[in-house]
């Protein structure tokens, strides 16, 4: 069990730089996401830390040890790949046990950690079989069992459930949570999509073009996101985005969306009044409300997801999108109200996105 | 009538003019070689023979020194081709796995030597083999065998190995094991279909030389088969062809069988070889 | 150390087909400006005498004019048969594994042995193409068809075509069986006819190949020697000599081998010439239709 420290990562393909400089810390023991859009450089980064990509600038350290040069066999790391990287012309105890083999340890061994990491992922009756014979869940438990088998100090994974359909994913989802819940070995995690790093992360690393946006729980991202780009990021669907301007007079303060479209602040944003902003409030937790105290909106889509009913809908030439868990009867055309509770309001500089 | 059998029918009325000129020669050999003497020269000619005659077969075995050639061409192919295979593996894994200065260059460099034939350089060869002293030696075939079909070979290998996903060998690395070891446990056992496929078009290609062998070697007992086959042609005034038809018969069969098993692995090649 | 490793690995081919292929071209440009004995002693500079003799030569330029009659007949006749064939062998219908596997039979042979059997079935006298014509009835005459240059030349065009065949129709079937699918479908929602597909899909998804296959075939055909030796040797009288038979005379049989030279690098210089002006016409104004298979980094 380690930790792994990164120090002012930087890398260039040639003249191309990918990251630009990158600090992270991640404890002994933590199940840390990246997750970005593609070519973000989160998987450029966990390649780094596995030794398969050199370093251009900085440090990187597992433990105490600078691994800069430290070749990727003696880094002892394990990693779950994307595509799996089953050794085809291998059953599924050999590839698990190759890197028992590798290492010469006594037959007995090896036969005990295979057989003990294949009962830990319910593939003992696979163990004979090639991969070719197996479907995509269970190769992809066959890669986690080679990974376990290691007994490393890190375990890498490089995007391992994009190549699964819906179910299965939501499925091995849990199951990787369970096993980090049982061996607790310090796990850097790779992945698209932001409902995996909600449900898995111990803590999040939001990246976008080569640098961190944020890092921070799950609940941290959600409630408090530093910039919009994490705000809009996070969550699904993603956060209603509107610019504006702030206002205030006689004690009232509001960013102007339109003409006299006027969404309520809280007062605390009075001292700003003028400054451009972007206004944000979750599709979830926005309320109908009367004619009186709501923004009259206009129906355009509905959409029933049976857990709730997505609703898109316009003002002026703005569009927002709100989630409700009761049944509605809205069509398109319709008019409904909605309100914006202060506490869920997001306010973030129009200029250089950061929170406010 | 089903629709697929209908096509079919039409397709083999479509491809039989083509059909029956390619399969004339055979029938044209193996009519020959079985043939009595006698009825070669029989006017008018005629597709009849009265007997099988086999023993066409032995004398032309001693005869035209038909043992001796074989062995001369089968240690030249077999050579040549494992020289070409030591030198192209490891340059189409280069080519496949890495990113290298003058890793252009060299493609181009290759692309160029594919395009000059032995043939238009066969007197240039002429003289390099003499200022070796290899004229009238098997290796100056081997050599030059080798060297032409790099080109080839690299090209074959390099996008057969393209399809073998990089990231068995990076599992490999993080399973611990060296650059070489996953080179030799996980790639090549890989590899081998592709190495196989390129071998025996590399054996076949120097089987069927002809113009160096015929140039490079000066003594009948160093000709090569299609040099020796054609020496019973060259030149004679009395050819004996039943002679000379067994002495195809016994060179390209077994050639064309083996190949005949392998071409579905040449278009598949095509399909997945780089398109320049 | 890291970034020696792919250099070591190409080295050693690299130094090989740069001595066995590279030296030769040196050479021969070498030995063209010289003047040379009949045993391979090179006597003396003497700049382009060499060329001009070979310029001054009718035989030369008669060879020169019936390799581009070769070339062009042979490449044009065996894309004409080849991309039906090909059509047909990418469809599905009985039979079709048999139907390639007999297509690709002439490649495996070699040229000579080809060239050897089609030169005992074409003997005037006794040989077995007369027998068959005669007995279907198309001529009652055995023909001497290797006896005049004119017959003997188109018979060894048409051979020439037969032994490309597979070659071409495997480069072209690599091409159609990586057509895509869904293309056709979309043509045919949208009310293309068969001849329409086949012209405003195949043939403009064919391209690259089509172009590989005539580069690849000009540049093999160009340099051909096997069968027009083993049938005619170039003759009679120099009758179906292409540039390649007559420079193999000339260097092996009269011992010239400073025009021999010369000739080589003129052959050579007009294939570089055709090739380059061929890329450049094709790749002005076309993408390539497939991108390069080739993973990098």
Request: net charge neutral; glycine share 6%.
């Amino acid at each position: 069990m380690s930790s792994v420290t990164i120090r002012a990562i930087k890398k260039k393909y040639g003249s191309t730089a990918v990251l630009h400089g990158i600090d992270l810390d991640i404890r002994d023991q933590e199940f840390v996401v990246l997750v970005g859009p593609s070519g973000c450089g989160k998987s450029t980064l966990l390649r780094m830390i596995a030794g398969l990509e050199t370093v251009s600038s900085g440090e990187i350290f597992i433990g105490d040890r600078v691994v800069n040069d430290v070749p990727a066999k003696a880094r002892d790391i394990a990693m779950v790949f994307q595509n799996y990287a089953l050794y085809p012309h291998m059953s599924v105890y050999e590839n698990m046990s190759f890197s028992l083999r590798l290492r010469k340890q006594v037959k007995e061994v090896i036969d005990r950690k295979v057989r003990e990491a294949a009962s830990i992922l319910n593939l003992t009756s696979f163990l004979d079989r090639s991969p070719r014979q197996l479907s995509g869940g269970q190769r992809q438990r066959v890669a986690m069992g080679r990974a376990l088998v290691r007994d490393a100090q890190v375990f890498l994974f490089d995007e391992p459930l994009s190549n699964l359909d819906a179910k299965l994913r939501v499925v091995m989802r849990t199951e990787i949570k369970a096993l980090h819940q049982r061996l607790k070995t310090t796990s850097v995690y790779v992945t698209h999509d932001q409902i995996e790093a909600m449900t898995m992360a111990d803590r999040i690393v939001v990246m976008n073009a080569g640098r961190i946006e944020q890092i921070g729980t799950p609940l941290q991202l959600y409630d408090t996101p530093a910039n919009l780009f994490v705000a809009d990021f996070i969550g699904s669907p993603s956060m209603n985005i509107l610019p504006g301007t702030i206002g205030t007079q006689d004690g009232a303060t509001w960013v102007e969306i339109a003409d006299g479209l006027r969404l309520p602040v809280p007062a605390t944003y009075a001292a700003l009044a003028g400054q451009k902003v972007v206004f944000g409030i979750r599709p979830e937790h926005t309320l109908l409300a009367d004619a009186a105290t709501g923004i009259p909106l206009e129906v355009e889509v509905v959409e029933p997801t049976g857990a709730n009913i997505q609703v898109y809908a316009k003002v002026g030439g703005a569009h927002l999108c709100a989630i409700f868990t009761d049944r509605h009867e809205f069509r398109p055309g319709d008019t409904i109200h909605l309100a914006f509770p202060e506490a869920k309001i997001h306010l973030f500089d129009a200029s250089s996105g950061a929170r406010i | 009538m089903s629709r697929k059998l209908s096509r079919s029918l039409l397709y083999w009325v479509l491809l039989s003019p083509l059909v029956v000129v390619i399969l004339f020669p055979f029938g044209v050999m193996f009519v020959t070689a079985i043939r009595p003497r006698e009825e070669i020269f029989a006017y008018p000619p005629t597709w009849g023979f009265s007997e099988f005659r086999w023993s066409n077969f032995a004398e032309m075995w001693t005869k035209t020194n038909f043992g001796g050639a074989l062995m001369n061409s089968l240690y030249v192919s077999v050579l040549s081709t494992a020289i070409a295979l030591l030198l192209a593996i490891p340059a189409a894994y280069a080519m496949s796995r890495y990113r290298f200065a003058g890793k252009g260059l060299y493609r181009n460099f290759l692309l160029m030597t594919q395009m000059m034939s032995p043939i238009v350089l066969v007197l240039g060869l002429f003289r390099l083999m003499m200022a070796l002293g290899l004229v009238n030696n098997l290796n100056s075939l081997v050599v030059t065998y080798a060297a032409f079909n790099l080109a080839f070979t690299i090209w074959m290998l390099q996008s057969y190995f393209n399809s073998i996903p990089r990231d068995l060998e990076e599992a490999a690395w993080i399973d611990g094991a060296s650059h070489l070891t996953s080179l030799v446990r996980i790639f090549l056992p890989l590899a081998v279909p592709a190495i196989a496929v390129a071998a025996i078009f590399t054996f076949i290609n120097s089987w069927n030389e002809f113009v160096l062998a015929l140039t490079l070697m000066r003594s009948s007992e160093d000709f090569t088969l299609p040099v020796q086959i054609y020496a019973q042609v060259a030149g004679r005034y009395q050819v004996e062809w039943h002679h000379v038809m067994a002495g195809t018969v016994l060179a390209t069969v077994p050639v064309a069988i083996v190949f005949s098993w392998l071409q579905r692995y040449l278009i598949r090649g095509m399909a997945l070889g780089a398109v320049k | 150390m890291q970034k020696s490793i792919p250099l070591l690995m190409i080295v050693p081919s690299l130094l090989m087909a740069m001595v066995i292929i590279g030296y030769p071209v040196f050479d021969l440009a070498w030995t063209s400006t010289q003047e040379v004995s009949r045993f391979g002693k090179l006597t003396g500079f003497v700049g382009w005498d060499n060329f001009a003799e070979v310029f001054a030569d009718p035989l030369f330029w008669a060879s020169l004019w019936r390799t581009g009659i070769w070339t062009f007949f042979v490449v044009v006749g065996t894309l004409a048969i080849s991309f039906p064939v090909a059509i047909i062998l990418n469809d599905e219908f009985y039979g079709r594994g048999l139907a390639r596997v007999i297509i690709m039979l002439p490649w495996s042979l070699s040229l000579t042995m080809t060239a050897v059997v089609w030169r005992w079935a074409l003997n005037g006298r006794a040989g077995l193409l007369n027998a068959t014509l005669m007995d279907v009835g198309i001529i009652d005459q055995p023909v001497e068809w290797l006896a005049t240059a004119g017959t003997a030349f188109t018979v060894e065009i048409l051979i020439g075509i037969l032994v490309s065949i597979p070659f071409t129709t495997t480069i072209l079937l690599g091409g159609l069986s990586a057509m895509p699918q869904d293309t056709y479908e979309a043509a045919m929602v949208d009310g293309a006819s068969g001849w329409h597909q086949f012209r405003y899909i195949t043939l403009p998804l064919m391209k690259p190949f089509i172009n590989i296959a005539i580069v690849l075939n000009v540049i093999y055909v160009f340099n051909s020697l096997p069968i027009i030796w083993v049938m005619t040797e170039g003759g009679p009288a120099n009758g179906t000599d292409i540039l390649v038979t007559y420079l193999y005379k000339l260097a092996f049989r009269f011992g010239q081998l400073g025009e021999a030279a010369a000739i080589s690098l003129i052959m050579f210089g007009v294939l570089l010439m055709f090739t380059l002006l061929y890329v450049a016409l094709v790749s002005r104004g076309e993408q390539d239709a497939a991108p390069e298979a080739d993973k990098e980094g």
